[in-house]
């Protein structure tokens, strides 16, 4: 007794995409629905690749190293190029930018389509060979109105993209994805090959217990963040915040998105302006961020209002609940 059958009628991230189109009405195309699929197929692909990498000599290093400097895991390159192809094949896309690639891929006429897709193909790389939780983000701009697809498509402001989201490779693979209205978690459903809307319309706590920095760099921080740790660490009154760092960017937002708290990437005396990149690591992330309620900033200035000069610039990110992200904020203001 009291044992609920199955639900017949599971919302998919396809059915629930396409119900906000019917809402739209006329100014929906599907055509970014159907970019989403290819977005899908490729997280599913990557999360079988994930999976069997122990067992499929798909661990270790690339033997190239990136545009920033960063020795290539093979699942880095092998999840660019699954995105890459997947990508061009949608016929949705005009250009591409991807962590692992030096140069913006303009895709040639025959499958150009409307939508410019940035993207991390593959997000804690450090956290591959000890089988802890990595991601893919990605981040979608529409083509300026006459534009034929151009570097300028995607040098714009994050305020400006029209979805972004990311997916986690856990236990379970987990799509979060926002198009502006909102945020919503899908959970691979490994038997169907869907993902399931299980975090329907997900709200970060207002403040929250738990910060997330790499607190080993801390010789090389500034002074604001310097004060504001300890703030949290040593509380005039209750009790300090616990620290959680996985150092994978999706499983530390995801976290934040979910329990609440702040998360943060600050420039520091030896990262100049940074780790994180703006276009395919901050967009997204303070995209979502700022959808389910919370605030993502550089410490000075809002991360969405940035206008990118290239493709793979790096920015300071703090990004969480609203009343945490306040804090580092006030911190930054009173040492101006
Ligand atoms: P990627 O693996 O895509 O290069 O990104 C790594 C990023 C991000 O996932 C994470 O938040 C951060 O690097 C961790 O950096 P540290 O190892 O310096 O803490
Ligand atoms: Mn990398
Ligand atoms: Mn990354
Ligand atoms: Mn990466």
Redesign the pocket.
Known sequence: SGEEPPSTDIITLTRHVLNDQFSLGAAATGDLTLLLTAIQTTSKFIATNVRKARLINLVGLAGETNV?G?EQKKL?VLSNDIMINSLRASGKTAVLVS?ELEKAVIIEDRYKGNYCVVF?P?????NIDAGVN?GTIFGIYRIRPGSQGTIEDVLRPGSEMVAAGYTMYGSSANLVLTTGHGVNGYTLDASLGEFILTHPDIKIPPRGKIYSF?E??SMFFHPPVVSYLNSIKYPASGKPYSAR?I????A?VHRTLLYGGIFG?PDDKKAKTG??RLLY?AFPMAFLTEQAGGLATTGTKRILDIVPKSIHERCPVFLGSRDDVQDVMKFYKETA
């Open positions: 920033q960063e880095d962590e991390d593959l997000d804690g790389s450090s990595i790499n080993g760099n760092y150092g994978s960017m999706v530390d990437y780790k994180l690591e």
